[in-house]
């Protein structure tokens, strides 16, 4: 199946997701801010928490339920937690604001534990855990979402795809780089095979009655995602209960939204109030020669003989590592050129005018 | 497949263990601390991790390569944070000191998160996470373990079962209690099926050459367990990353064994030196209202109308919640009879006289 892509430089991509937001009237350090973490989404491989969702942010910024601009507000501290109030504004300013919190505790106490409610749809949670990389520290990110998984057992979504972000730095910019949703498979994926009208794999999804399903179409109508595990049999309370601990630390801990309470997905009647949580810990706090560990577990994984040949064993990170690498080869990021046009006509009923160039094309 | 079993009283069990636990010299206090585990576990029904494996502790002490006496030593600490020594103590006596050390840390900054190496078997996970819950905390385990998982794409086991355990505490009582391995199934499981001569539920476990395998016997001999999600295509790589994350609590932070490094489970020929994560975070410190939250989300999914009639929608905790009341409408802890009779002759062996009754059969 070959789909028509074209390659667009960082740099115009950028500039053109700050110019759609400051033409709804978006604070210019808020709009670079989204546009950097939505960059970065794309650079890494997750074009779903990209460009591709930029009209959702527009439509949140138009609609007067995400707050144009404005301060985040620190309303409770100690010397390793805070909680702070995200004046519903866009989630990389919540984000960018409480992971910076959380690193300076983290300095001073070994560890910082930063919660806030009141955020919004904050992008890929690797780029807030990846913050604590620069400084040698590990970063933690999480947040609730809309409900679109179903418990085990149940046949309703009231959990999020609560995503867990855990990063670790070894040596020479090398690292550890965990970013999953605690759902088997990303709502996207299900989308994408509905699309294109072919079934999905067992154990992503289930029906309206709570029945797994194959047909993308099921699932997507009144049934919903699957927890990590898949059944009970094979682990799945498991990923519900990771899904839940997500809520614990994000809408419990906060005071926001939470579990089936949060806004549907891509409805625009009411501010979304999502609950996140920051952390930084200090490796220096613990025991001597923490990146000569990480470095030797991350080898150690690399360098493990592949049970098929052709597929080498990963470390978490490393498919994004890779797609990183492939875009600086490419001088750009490739995207799908319906995206772009999508895009495009997003920009123009903006009166947005350095519309997205469309002949660099690859395939 | 009618089993025999007999009921044991609480105080039995816990004695039996303490004296068999004295026989071989261990210090009183820590005999009493790893039967008060081992009779939790059994309690909460993960007889893999009660009674069941007291050989194994009486065998390190024997062997050694597990400290008879002494105590843990606290190497370096900041307001929030602390890195113990275990010094090759029994499992319980560390987790018992860090998780104490944690609640204190937590009371006066909010978070207390406490690393452990030189550390052995703890039992079950939730029994250091549930210490905070009478504080009105949250509490957090994790440990590393003997290499059983084989990581996703490779054919060799590198990491452990590598438990996470979050306990948050709601209203009367009641909790949220996660206590899960990182892997699909427990190798208890496997091993069961084996003994029975079933085949396992495709996605527990691989032969040697990491293909996944319904063969109990090939997980057992060569090949290994796989991790939460199964294969690459529903997420198997995600219990892969969460089993690495534990490993980056523990074994990273500490300075203690890690991955392939961790002794052979069983082995004998040297001390295991395990990496543990104890951590205790004070709701307080955040936004009011945190026990209302929980006993909503709690009572939120409890009463979700479930997806096969008598198959009700559960909270983590619960399972074994359920077990804990049926032993105390029971009077007792009801256990196979083989259990019962391998540890009395695991008693005769050392001497030990008030061997477990084993009169009051059921079924």
Known sequence: MSVSRCLLVQAEVQTFIEHCMLAVGTRPSHARSLAEVLVEGDMRGHYSHGLNRLDLYVKEIRAGICAQEGEPLLEKESLATALVNGNNLLGPVVGNYCMSLAVKKAREAGIGWV?????????????????????????????????????????????????????????????????????????????????????IPEGWGCDAEGRFSTDPKAVLSGGGLVPLGGSENTGGHKGYGLGLMVEVFCGMLSGSQYSKNVRTWRMTDRSADLGQCFVAINPENFAPGFNDRMADLLSMHRNLAPAESGMPVLAPGDPERKHIQTCRDMGGIPYHLKVVNHMNELASTLGVSPLLPTHRRIE
């Open 115 to 199: 919660v806030a409610h009141g955020s919004n749809h904050y992008g890929i949670a690797a780029y807030y855990s990846m913050q604590a990389l620069k400084e040698n520290m590990i970063g933690m990110s999480f947040t609730n979402t809309s409900p679109l998984v179903v418990p085990t057992r149940a046949k309703e979504c009231t959990v999020g795809t609560n995503p867990i972000s855990v990063a670790a730095p070894a040596k020479n910019g090398d690292s550890f780089v965990l970013d999953m949703a605690t759902s088997a498979a990303a709502l996207g994926k299900v989308e994408l095979h509905h699309r294109n009208g072919i079934s």
